[in-house]
């Protein structure tokens, strides 16, 4: 009878515990919903499209789990049995506890050991893009925006040109040296500053020893191989460089290429190339690059986990410590696995052939205009981290993996073509071993920092030197 007595005597506490956390939870839901917070704030939201669905799936979650809880309270705590109520006062119990283990592991970890977190993500794409005439998106000239997350605030100037770069005179002095530089976010330079991408910074220390050097960096974010190689096929006539550079990123790049739809006009030596790119992925939308919204289970799911780790790397130093102390960085980027297997897909080793023919076509185009021609080996982070490959090979297998394969690969291929390839992989590797200064962002961002560009640029200085 006691035990009884004892939830009989608390039943009506729990019950109001019950009653105020549905509330509570309802007035939260209303409180992140971005347009009521821009009405509060008397201006429009002042977060970017993703940060706006982050909290409005929030907003809906949050309310139907206080709805719920209110329905619960009404039709069913009134006439459920002893045993069910003792039940539901042990969960309460539980619940409550855990509740306050976390708060004080939140608290203690943000005073022993607080963590950088995404403490702003106000601007992730800058109305700085245009549909090309024979590629999805391209930078749209004179034009400037910012990105602006938690780890860092880059500036976006774009030239008259279409290029992320101070702007350029088309004519070209006597004995000038003119460097043109393809590839993707690394080469734009995504997360930094404009004068620390990798292009500004190769151009600084050429000029430092007296060479006569500009550097044109045409890199653009998401950009591949294939539409790289257009770019090169319709300005090289225009920019006139003395030397090309392609920089092929060991994460995505072969896998890209066959996320885009190729119209095919160019046929060499029995080789297809694209004329035209539709990407299947990205589109521009007012001035804004934006992801083409697949109505799936599996996106849906996709995205929903990335909005939950977002909020959760802006507000919980717990979370990013667990994290660190798992792999080693905030957010794993498992985009690159696929790179690494060792019995790849059909489907990838067709974009690997596909790959090796536009830089084959690439070289040929830049030897016709008298300018040589390199690729640099650009690796992922998990292939220069030990902690965060050391995890990757523990989830998928370490017979499964080899971390150097694109590397391999495409350096045995360089080897038979004659073509200058720069792996950047070995020197990145022992500066990440020498030095505590980040290479890569590793909260939400993998991409270079400040740091990784300077190295990247002294070790392409060193290569056009040398060579």
Known sequence: MQKVEFHIKYWSKIRKIIWLWSLVLCCISIAVYPKIFGWVINKPSPFSNTVNTVLSLSSIAILLTGLSMFFVYYLYLNKCSEKTKEIITLIVISVIICIFMVIF???????????????????????????????????????????????????????????????????????????????????????????????????????????????????????????????????????????????????????????????????????????????????????????????????????????????????????????????????????PIQMMHVQQSEEIQENWQKTKNLLKEMYIISEQNNASFSIVLIPSRMQVYDKEWNYVERRFGKNKLNRQLPQETLNEWCNKQKIQCIDLLPKLTSAYKETDEQLYYNLQDMHFTAYGNKITAEIIADEILTG
């Open 105 to 335: 592991l939140e608290v203690l970890v943000r005073i022993l050991s607080p963590q950088n977190t995404l403490s702003q993500i106000t601007s992730l794409s800058p109305f700085i893009y245009e549909q090309g005439k024979y590629i999805s998106w391209k930078l749209k000239p004179n034009t400037s925006g910012r990105i602006i997350t938690g780890e860092f605030n880059a500036l976006y100037e774009i030239n008259s040109f279409g290029h992320r770069d101070k702007e350029r005179n088309k004519k070209k002095k006597n004995n000038l040296t003119r460097i043109l530089v393809l590839g993707d976010s690394f080469t734009v330079g995504f997360s930094v500053q404009q004068n620390e991408t990798y292009s500004a910074v190769l151009e600084q220390l050429l000029t430092s020893q007296n060479k006569s050097v500009e550097v044109w960096n045409a890199g653009v974010i998401a950009y591949s191989p294939d539409t790289e190689y257009l770019v090169l096929k319709n300005t090289i006539n225009e920019i006139k460089p003395d030397i090309v550079i392609v920089s092929f990123y060991s994460g995505n790049d072969v896998v890209d290429i066959g996320m885009n739809e190729w119209i095919v006009g160019d046929n060499n030596d029995n080789i297809v190339l694209p004329v035209k790119i539709i990407s299947e992925v990205y589109t521009v939308e007012n001035n804004q690059l934006i992801l083409k919204k697949p109505d799936d289970d599996k996106y849906r799911q996709s995205m929903t986990q990335q909005y939950i780790n977002i909020l959760l790397l802006r507000f919980s130093h717990l979370y990013i410590l667990l994290k660190k102390s798992i792999y080693g960085v905030g957010t794993l980027d498992l985009e």
